[in-house]
């Protein structure tokens, strides 16, 4: 993916193609699950932002949810008894689907180990 002065250079370069086009030859492409392309557009622009000066984060997105929200960092129990974390927060620790952990109870804590990392490993 270009950036900075390349990203710049390059879309002065193609001049009046499509956005789509634009967005592919400046690499913001990724590969779906069942094998076709996926335009980044956000990236492209965010980059392109960056790129003529404009900065859209202040320290990158840690601690951002959904929709630009600052996060509480805490967690409700909610009506079923359910403990839900969050999608902003598994993201940042980049947990996946089917990603297993061992819950250990202390009296006034939950801690959550991931399956096959050691107790004492820091954070």
């Known amino acids: ?49 960056e790129a003529k000066g404009v900065s859209l984060a202040t320290g990158g997105t840690a601690g951002v949810g959904k929709g630009g929200r600052k996060l509480s960092y805490v967690a409700t129990v909610q009506g079923n008894g359910n403990l839900l974390i969050g999608k902003a927060y598994t993201a940042m620790l980049d947990l996946k689907p089917g990603d297993n952990f061992q819950i250990k109870l202390g009296k006034k804590a939950i801690r959550l180990i991931p399956e096959g990392a050691s107790e004492d490993a820091e954070e």
């Open 1 to 49: 993916m270009l950036t900075g002065s390349d990203l710049l250079d390059k879309v002065k370069e193609l001049g009046d193609v499509s956005k789509s086009d634009l967005v592919k030859a400046c690499g913001y492409v990724s590969s779906k699950k069942d094998g076709g392309e996926r335009l980044n557009f956000t990236a492209f622009y965010e980059a392109l932002l």
